[in-house]
Structures are given as C-alpha cells and as structure tokens.
C-alpha cells in the first residue's frame, strides 16, 4: 500500500509533524530514513523487510553498509541516509 494512500494520521511525516518524533514505530522512522519506496512496495515496507531482516533498530548497527542491499530497493542512497542517522546518533550518546 502506497504512504499517500494511509489516513493523513498515519502518514509517518504527518504523524511526526503532529504528534511528535517519539510517536513514531521504529518502521516510521526508518521509512522517514528511506524517503520513498519503487513500484509495489512502499518505504514502510521497505523499513519493515529490514526490520524482519535485522530484527529491530539495534540489528542494524555496526552491519555493513552492502549487506543492506539484500533488501530489495535499498540502494546506496538509501543505505548512506540510515548510516548517517546512526552515526550522528552515536557520536550524540558516545562524545
């Protein structure tokens, strides 16, 4: 199912936008991450293929960054934006 095809409140930017970052599913966020989807299959179920792959956020850290592309639609692009969000996630909680 498309994103743009969810009720306004479950769209994970609007929700965001409304409720607030700590509102969002660890699959929100990670689809917020991934931008957009490809013919068929949304960012959201990109997020949650990864999700299943790495079993929750916590899996996806310290993999490298060509294992992701296992899951179909997750190029480059999208592999630098989720290690650039864990990066500066670590250097918050870590320096």
């Known amino acids: 199912m498309k994103i743009k095809d969810l009720p306004e409140d479950e769209r994970p930017r609007e929700k965001l936008l409304k409720f607030g970052p700590e509102s969002l599913s660890d699959k929100e966020l990670l689809a917020i991450l991934i931008g957009h989807g490809l013919k068929g299959k949304s ?53």
């Open 43 to 95: 960012a959201l179920e990109m997020a949650e293929d990864l999700l299943n792959e790495y079993k929750n956020l916590k899996g996806l850290v310290g993999k490298r960054l060509d294992e992701f592309m296992k899951i179909k639609g997750i190029k480059e692009a999208k592999i630098i934006k989720i290690a650039v969000a864990f990066e500066i996630a670590k250097r918050i909680y870590f320096t």
